[in-house]
């Protein structure tokens, strides 16, 4: 059903899973100090131990190896590898790193590595964050001492996870760093990532040894088609590439183009021009680096009309515990639109699906609901690709249950259950389920 190779993962990020906030020379990033407000994270929980991926991760990757796992998506901790943000580089962060990955290719598990996941270093937040224009060479900095250290092993980058949540962060959602913004700030702050992604990517061209493969990996809000006619598919994606809604900064288009086409999209460059710095379209050149793959998350996408106007789920429709609504089809269309408008091998850099797991009496988690929504997006993936999309790869979000920001530890996403109090490890069913599929290259997908 896939090709051989097919590219079969699981993804975390640092601040998720790592915990060791305070170990081996690591200084707070913004989520630190987020987590810290009174009332931000739901329950008052904080990334402090996480996981404990810090010092449990030879058991994780034993865990991956035994589920056939190909790669694994992590991220990098800026402030781990650079304290101050720029400058000084801690030799103890560089080690754990180099351990992961090592531990990880001795497993005949591929390292996908993120430079930054969310977690901007407090140290260049208090610098101006996003809002100073030398943010995007901070950024080039970090890239280029990362490629120095690592190219040598790590073969495939992304430079930033989802931008449009890292813009929402700054517009009320209650990320780090907890500001409400308006277009007249966020416009300039979208602008200074993606000229930190171009920056970034000539710096680790120029530093890497031998050939590597980057990419980043976008969110977006995707329409889907209420009905499959050929009317109402031409209105989703329109609705989804001619974002129109009142939160440009959700969008997938606003970054997707700059990236890989060289330019924004109309309609909304024509609102939102009038707060971008002067001369950008001087740095439109730079944004735009040849690219090796579309990475991009995928949870859900929104009913569209033939209209493309946004409508209501049907009654009785399926969601997730947190309730976002889930929508296979979305995924088909999604890939395929991709591809086209794109033209890059589009990796699934993350998918996956909360539940209300817990431990059942017989000792084991059985997360029928989560199976059968991989199953079913799956499935919708592989007629993307059989209606001609080139997709590379899927991974799943994620490895473990984990500090899910915002919202603590309540949502569980993991294929492996965590106990947090004793750090114990449960496979879930899906785990089972998902070493399957792996070992048979989808073909048990048909099964139902
Ligand atoms: C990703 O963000 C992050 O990269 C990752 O760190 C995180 O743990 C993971 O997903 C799981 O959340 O309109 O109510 O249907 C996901 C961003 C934003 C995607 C909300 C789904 C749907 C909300 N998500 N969105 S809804």
Known sequence: MFAKDFV?????????IEGGAREGGRTPSIWDVHCRKEGAIFNGNTGETA????????EDIALMKEMGIGAFRMSF????????????VNAAGVDFYSRVIDELLNSGIQPYVTLMHWDLPQALYERGGYMNRDFAQYFAEYAQTVAK???????????FNEPQLMLGAHRGSGKAPGLCLTDVETAPIAHNILRAHGKGVLAMRAASKGHIDIGMANQGCFFYPAEETPENIEAA?????EYRLPNWYSSLPWYADPIYLGRYPEPLLSRLKKYLPENW????????????FCGQNFYNAYRADENGNQVAEPAGAMYNAEHWNVSPSGIRFAAKWLYERYKLPVIITENGMCCH????LDGKVHDPQRIDFMQRYLLELDRAQREGAKIGGYFCWSLLDNMEWNLGYRPRFGLVYVDYKTQQRIPKDSAHWYKKVIATQGESLREV
């Open 237 to 241: 994606k329109r609705a989804t590439f």
């Open 51 to 58: 996981c404990d991926f810090y010092h449990r991760y030879k």
């Open 8 to 16: 079969w993962g699981v993804a975390t990020a640092a601040y998720q």
């Open 357 to 360: 797991d817990w431990v059942s």
């Open 149 to 159: 250290l690592f190219s040598d092993r790590v073969k495939n980058f992304m430079t």
């Open 77 to 88: 901790s800026w402030n781990r590898i650079l304290p101050e943000g720029t400058g000084r």
């Open 281 to 292: 379209e001087d740095d439109m050149k730079e944004i735009c680096q040849p690219l090796d």
